[in-house]
C-alpha cells in the first residue's frame, strides 16, 4: 500500500514538474535564468507579472482571448442545443450521414481552413475582429458540442417530452425550463470543452487578427527582441494562461464528474 502511494506521488510530481518550473522561472530574471540551472528563485521578483498587468500590449491580448473565447462559447452552445435535439429525438434522411460530417469537422486541421477564412474575412471586412475568431473556432467546437450534448440528451426518456405537450407546455419554454435543466450537467461540460479548445487554439487566431483583436498566445510567440528571449515575461505570461483553465475546471467540476460517468466525454 505504501508503495502504491508513494509510486501516486512520484507521479504527480512529474505531471507538476513543467508546470513548477514554469512558475519558478516566472519569478526569476532573465539573467538570472540564462546563468544557470536553479531550483528555485535566488533573487525573487516579481517584475514578470507586474510587466503583463501594465503593459497594454501583454494585457489586451487576455482581455481579447477572453472577449472570443467567451463569444464562441456562447455561439456554440446556441447553434448545438437544437442541433443536438433534432439528433437525438427525430430520425430522418441522411441523419448518420450528416452527423458523421459534422464529426469529420471536429477531425480536419484547422490548417486546412485557415486561408478559406483569411479570404472571406477580407473581403467582408472581419478580418482582425474577435467575432471573426469566434465565428472560426465554431467550425470545430460546434461539431464538438453536438456530439456531447446528443449523448446526454439521448438519455432523457422521449416521455417527458410528450407529457409537457401534453399539459400545454410550448416547445420553446419545454426546452428552457423543463429539458434543459434535466441536461445541465451536459452543458456545463460542453461548455467547458469548447472553452478550452478555443482557449489553447493559436493558427486561426493568430493568422486571423494583427492588432486590434490579437490574442496572448501570438503575443508570446513575438517576444524576441534586440536584447534576446524575454524568458522571465513569457513565462510569466504561461502561467497566467494557465489560470484561466484553472478556474473553469474548479467551478465545472461537478458537471465534469457527471460528464464523464453519463454522457459521451
Known amino acids: 500500500m505504501r508503495l502504491r502511494y508513494l509510486a501516486l506521488i512520484v507521479y504527480f510530481g512529474f505531471l507538476l514538474l513543467p508546470i513548477y518550473w514554469l512558475v519558478n522561472m516566472s519569478l526569476k530574471t532573465n539573467v538570472e535564468i540564462t546563468s544557470g540551472l536553479t531550483l528555485w528563485p535566488q533573487n525573487l521578483t516579481f517584475a514578470n507579472y507586474v510587466t503583463i ?9 487576455y482581455i481579447n482571448s477572453f472577449i472570443y473565447v467567451a463569444m464562441n462559447t456562447a455561439i456554440s452552445l446556441t447553434v448545438a442545443l437544437p442541433a443536438a435535439y433534432a439528433f437525438s429525438r427525430y430520425r430522418f434522411i441522411g441523419d448518420k450521414h450528416m452527423f458523421f460530417w459534422l464529426l469529420t469537422n471536429r477531425m480536419a486541421p484547422p490548417a486546412v481552413f485557415v ?37 446526454f440528451m439521448s438519455g432523457v426518456p422521449k416521455e417527458i417530452d410528450e407529457t409537457a405537450y401534453v399539459d400545454g407546455y410550448s416547445f420553446p419554454r419545454f426546452f428552457l425550463f423543463v429539458f434543459m435543466p434535466l ?9 467547458f470543452f469548447c472553452f478550452m479548445f478555443s482557449w489553447v487554439e493559436l493558427l486561426m487566431a493568430r493568422t486571423l487578427t494583427s492588432v486590434a483583436a490579437k490574442p496572448i498566445g501570438a503575443i ?34 461537478n458537471y465534469m464528474a457527471k460528464g464523464f460517468a453519463l454522457g459521451r466525454v
Open 53 to 61: 498587468l501594465t503593459d497594454q500590449s501583454w494585457y489586451s491580448g
Open 115 to 151: 486561408l478559406p477564412f483569411f479570404q472571406l474575412y477580407q473581403t467582408f471586412g472581419l478580418f482582425d475582429t474577435h467575432i471573426a475568431v469566434a465565428l472560426a473556432h465554431c467550425l470545430f467546437n460546434v461539431p464538438l458540442a453536438v456530439w456531447i450534448l446528443e449523448g
Open 183 to 191: 441536461i445541465k450537467a451536459g452543458i456545463g461540460v460542453t461548455a
Open 220 to 253: 508570446m510567440t513575438r517576444t524576441v527582441s534586440a536584447a534576446g528571449m524575454d524568458w522571465g515575461t513569457l513565462a510569466a505570461a504561461g502561467v497566467l494562461t494557465i489560470v484561466p483553465g484553472v478556474l473553469v475546471i474548479y467551478f465545472v467540476r
